[in-house]
């Protein structure tokens, strides 16, 4: 049996270089490439696994990309279901200029996913036994996959009693909202989409979370906040915590790895402040990796001593 179920509609092979500066025409000579295997989910997975729960990573694959994306997991010891479909699995691809210390993230849409691929998808996922009972969906959706799907995914769950966390945007988001979730992940800029509100003061971002925890839409809120921390709302209260100060080799994967360590102390009945320390560590530790390396357990373990977490 599994700890924690994550899902991932649209994954990818991720592949990561760097060079010298980012220039139009001009052939860009680059450094060697990291791949990795990649999309929301499997990367709280991959977190998940470092932190010692076991996650199941349940993903759609198809074509060359798609045997690539299981060696790949299967390499890092992360267990995984690919539901099979006929398109290929996509790449994406990031580039870091050297000269401005800027990622360039080059996202391709996904395959199209048939009615009877997504809907296995759903099947797959509504079939595992989780221990926690809890399951995080995270990323976009391939083209072919109705808006709503994860608002049928949380219904679905809930049926066998386990919930649901979420990391999207767009109308995915807000129909999942309609439908409740667990725990959903915003950036302060989805944040305001949500709720139409003028979010220009720490006060007003609270109202706003705490908007959607007492209409019932999420029970946990977790507002990103890039730079300046997190924040986490429950009906019971609300916590803040600073970024941690650190030098930056690659932006990408913060946002997932805060998740992973944020959901494996839920699961193992730690309190929201202390969840939200070991979220704000991984985000901190993964900033320090290249790529999609995401956060490291030794980085991690060194950071968390320096996060304070503020009730509000």
């Known amino acids: 049996m599994t700890d924690i179920l994550t899902i991932t509609m649209n994954p990818a092979v991720d592949v990561f270089t760097s060079t010298a500066n980012v220039r139009p025409t001009h052939k860009l000579r680059c450094g060697p490439a990291l791949v ?44 995984g279901r690919a539901v099979a479909i006929a398109g290929e699995t996509r790449e994406s691809f990031t580039v870091h200029d050297e000269g401005s210390g800027q990622d360039y993230r080059f996202v391709l849409p996904g395959p199209h996913l048939t009615g009877a691929e997504w809907q296995a998808c759903l099947e797959a996922a509504v079939t595992v036994p989780v221990a926690s009972r809890l399951a ?26 386990v919930r649901l966390a979420l990391d999207t945007s767009g109308p995915a988001l807000a129909a999942a909202l309609e439908a409740g979730v667990y725990l959903v992940k915003p950036s302060l800029r989805e944040l305001g989409d949500l709720t139409g509100a003028v979010l220009d003061t720490p006060a007003r971002r609270l109202a706003a979370c705490r908007s959607i925890v007492h209409a019932g839409r999420a029970e946990v809120v977790a507002l990103s906040l890039g730079a300046e921390g997190a924040l986490l709302v429950t009906r019971e209260g609300a916590w803040q915590a600073a970024a941690l100060a650190v030098p930056v080799a690659s932006t990408v994967g913060a946002g997932d790895s805060f998740l992973g360590a944020l959901l494996a102390a839920r699961s193992r009945g730690m309190g929201f402040d202390e969840a939200l320390a070991r979220g ?33």
């Not at 997975?45 to 470092?50: D, E, G, I, Q």
């Not at 798609?66 to 060696?71: A, D, I, P, Q, Y």
């Open 36 to 79: 990795h295997p990649g999309g929301g989910g499997i990367n709280v997975a991959r977190v998940l696994a470092r932190l010692d729960v076991q996650a199941l990573a349940l993903y759609p694959a198809g074509g060359l990309t798609g045997g690539v994306l299981r060696k790949l997991l299967e390499a890092e010891g992360v267990p």
């Open 136 to 161: 995080v969906a995270s990323g976009s959706l391939p083209p072919g996959v109705p808006d709503d799907v994860y608002a049928r995914l949380a219904r679905r769950l809930a049926t066998q009693g």
């Open 280 to 312: 704000i560590a991984a985000s901190a530790a993964a900033l320090l990796a290249s790529g999609t390396a995401l956060c490291q357990r030794a980085d991690f373990e060194r950071l968390l001593p320096q996060v304070r977490v503020q009730p509000l």
